[in-house]
């Protein structure tokens, strides 16, 4: 999917350096989370997924992406979900977790990507989410 260019718009990156497997939104977290979002919506009318770098810290790993989706409206807006997860990646509890996927509203893609762009401003990550394909979660589909 093509980067929005809009003057000031977010400009998704390749993943930095250190993310490893967790971070380009791949993995076992990333593959469950997956799971959980095709439960609710249709990959093929998904139009962007953004993810976070994961954090790992004792023993467990969360996740967070922003999932865009193709809707009706006459005006292109796009509907929004955030998508988080835990995975128990030590111990054994190993594998298991907690998978949410809310749909938390309604937005035009310019705005969305101002909002993503606020997040690294505000949240003090100097690592922007890196905006991925639907087919990097669901190839062949």
Same mark, same amino acid.
């Given at each position: 999917?093509?980067?929005?260019? #809009?003057?000031?718009?977010?400009?998704?990156?390749?993943?930095?350096?250190?993310?490893?497997? %967790?971070?380009?939104?791949? %993995?076992?977290?990333?593959? &469950?989370?997956?799971?959980?979002?095709?439960?609710? *919506?249709?990959?093929?009318?998904?139009?962007?997924?953004?993810?976070? =770098?994961?954090? &790992?810290?004792? %023993?467990?790993?969360?996740?967070?992406?922003?999932?865009?989706?193709?809707?009706?409206?006459?005006?292109?807006?796009?509907? *929004?979900?955030?998508?988080?997860?835990?995975? *128990?990646? =030590?111990? &054994?509890? =190993?594998?298991?977790? &907690?998978?949410?996927?809310?749909? *938390?509203?309604?937005?035009?893609?310019?705005?969305?990507?101002?909002?993503?762009? #606020?997040?690294?401003? =505000?949240?003090?990550?100097?690592?922007?989410?890196?905006?991925?394909?639907?087919?990097?979660?669901?190839? %062949?589909?």
């Amino acid at each position: 999917m093509a980067a929005i260019t #809009a003057p000031g718009a977010f400009q998704p990156l390749a993943p930095p350096p250190g993310w490893g497997a %967790g971070g380009s939104g791949k %993995g076992p977290g990333w593959a &469950k989370l997956a799971a959980a979002v095709e439960a609710q *919506v249709p990959p093929a009318e998904i139009a962007t997924i953004y993810v976070f =770098r994961p954090i &790992k810290r004792d %023993g467990k790993e969360w996740g967070t992406a922003v999932v865009t989706r193709k809707s009706d409206t006459a005006d292109g807006r796009l509907r *929004v979900y955030t998508a988080k997860y835990m995975l *128990v990646v =030590r111990g &054994k509890e =190993r594998g298991q977790g &907690k998978f949410e996927v809310v749909e *938390v509203g309604l937005s035009p893609a310019a705005v969305l990507a101002q909002v993503m762009q #606020a997040i690294v401003d =505000r949240g003090g990550d100097t690592e922007p989410p890196v905006e991925l394909a639907p087919t990097a979660w669901y190839e %062949g589909r």
